[in-house]
């Protein structure tokens, strides 16, 4: 349906007055990515900084004819600056830039690290900067398809109390849903997304190579219905999701997995037994295994830990 000919026109990004000059330092996957979903919420990418090949095709490609340049004149063109470095380099990094002057008073100084808080970017506050911690719970490709997919992604706040509805209403900005996390919890906040995200990648990545071994054609097409109905089952049930030998209390069924891991993927075992064992501690205090079908499994899951060590 056409709309009525003198109804108001939906204003587009490119209508609005832009709001905010921002620059990149770090131009990964994360940066250009979120500069990108700033600039369709009205604001103004000016300048980006990266010196690898893959950070310059990045750069063309989300923030076309934004400069190159280097981070101190990035930051002097720039009202908000996203400083989206590996977490390692960030605190060198801002007390680099804030002991050379590069920081100006009343800039938004913006990280993205899962790691941090605000506190790593007191150097830059003590030179009157605004420090915003917005971690994204995504993982990135950094390519034009991520901005899209910031649509209902979880960002990790932490800022000033005074800066937090600022904080937060530029994750909206991004599409973004704002989650506060308190300064003193980010580090264990990091870790939980670690556990889940990044060691999930692991432990599909290594069923797809034993898939392979077994003798299965495709191995992706296999898992696909299987993980992803265990991952919704675990995401709406928690514990009350665990099902399996473990979980049931199979011994004679682990002890053959083990067996046959030992014998044709030995380095895949000691990151099983690891899981059965958190799976079966887990298990039983939500009541799903039986105690006493637990001694037995737990029995077989020492021996062969025991065996590896031998």
Same mark, same amino acid.
């Given at each position: ?20 000059? %921002? ?12 500069? $990108? ?5 009205? /604001? ?9 090949? $893959? ?12 400069? @190159? ?5 990035? &930051? ?5 600056? &996203? #400083? ?40 830059? @506050? ?5 420090? #915003? ?29 005074? &800066? ?28 939980? #997304?670690?556990?889940?995200?990044? /060691?999930? %990648?692991?432990? %599909? ?51 053959? /997995? ?30 799903? @295994?039986?105690?006493? @079908?637990?001694?037995? #499994? ?13």
């Amino acid at each position: 349906m056409n709309a009525a000919p003198n109804a108001p026109r939906a204003t587009e990004a490119q209508d609005r007055p832009a709001r905010l000059r %921002v620059g990149v330092v770090g131009a990964g996957r994360v940066g250009p990515v979120l500069a $990108a979903a700033l600039r369709l919420a009205g /604001h103004r990418p000016v300048a980006a900084s990266g010196v690898s090949d $893959a950070s310059r095709r990045r750069a063309e490609a989300l923030l076309p004819g934004v400069p @190159l340049l280097a981070p101190d004149e990035v &930051l002097a063109r720039s009202e908000l600056v &996203l #400083l989206t470095v590996p977490d390692d380099a960030l605190p060198g990094l801002v007390g680099g830039l804030a002991e050379t002057g590069a920081v100006r008073p009343g800039q938004l100084l913006v990280h993205c690290s899962g790691r941090y808080g605000a506190s790593v970017l007191d150097p830059a @506050l003590r030179a009157g900067a605004l420090p #915003l911690a917005l971690h994204p719970v995504m993982t990135f490709t950094g390519t034009p398809v991520d901005v899209q997919r910031l649509a209902g992604c979880s960002f990790g706040v932490t800022a000033p109390p005074q &800066l937090r509805l600022a904080a937060e209403a530029l994750v909206i900005e991004m599409g973004g849903e704002p989650e506060w996390i308190e300064e003193r919890d980010r580090p264990l906040y990091h870790a939980a #997304l670690a556990v889940g995200a990044n /060691h999930l %990648v692991t432990l %599909v990545a290594q069923s797809l190579e034993l898939l392979g071994l077994a003798g299965v054609a495709a191995p992706d097409r296999m898992l696909g219905p299987l993980l992803g109905a265990a991952l919704d089952n675990a995401l709406r049930s928690g514990d009350a999701a665990l099902t399996g030998p473990v979980a049931r209390g199979d011994a004679g069924t682990v002890a053959a /997995h083990i067996a046959e891991l030992r014998r044709h993927a030995p380095h895949a075992l000691a990151g099983y037994l690891a899981m059965a064992r958190t799976t079966a501690d887990r298990a039983l205090d939500h009541g799903l @295994l039986k105690p006493e @079908l637990a001694e037995a #499994l737990l029995g077989v899951l020492a021996d062969g830990a025991a065996e590896g060590e031998a």
